[in-house]
Nanobody, 120 residues
C-alpha cells in the first residue's frame, strides 16, 4: 500500500514536498516514483528512484526543479518540488514498480493521489 501526503495549494515560485509512505511489504527492490495528471491531459512521468542502485530519473518538465529521494529504513520516498509553476498543477500519484521512467513502465502499486495546485 502506498499513501501520499504533502499536497496542497502553493503560490508560483514556492516549494512543496510530497511524501509517499509504503506499508505492507518492503519496496527496497522496486523503483519508486511519481506521476502526475492534470485535467484533460495524459498521465505524465515526473521522477523515479531505483531503490537498489539509487539512480534517479526526471521528466523534462521538472528537471532542475524537482528532486526525488528515498529513505529505505522508513520505506518512504519524497518529492521535493521547488520553483513551482502553475503548469505543475495536477494530481500527483506515487508508484512502485520497474522502469518507471520508460514508456514500458510496469507499475505494480499506485497510491491514491494527492492534489497539488499552484497559483500564479
Amino acid at each position: 500500500r502506498l499513501v501520499e501526503s504533502g499536497g496542497g495549494l502553493m503560490q508560483a515560485g514556492g516549494p512543496l514536498r510530497l511524501s509517499c509512505a509504503a506499508s505492507g511489504r518492503t519496496f527496497s527492490t522496486f523503483s519508486m516514483g511519481w506521476f502526475r495528471q492534470a485535467p484533460g491531459k495524459e498521465r505524465e512521468f515526473v521522477a523515479s528512484l531505483n531503490s537498489r542502485t539509487l539512480d534517479t530519473y526526471y521528466g523534462d518538465s521538472v528537471k532542475g526543479r524537482f528532486t526525488i529521494a528515498g529513505d529505505n529504513a522508513k520505506n518512504t520516498v519524497y518529492l521535493q518540488m521547488n520553483s513551482l509553476k502553475p503548469e505543475d498543477t495536477a494530481i500527483y500519484s506515487c508508484a512502485a514498480g520497474a522502469f518507471l521512467h520508460l514508456p514500458i513502465a510496469n507499475v505494480a502499486y499506485w497510491g491514491q493521489g494527492t492534489q497539488v495546485t499552484v497559483s500564479s
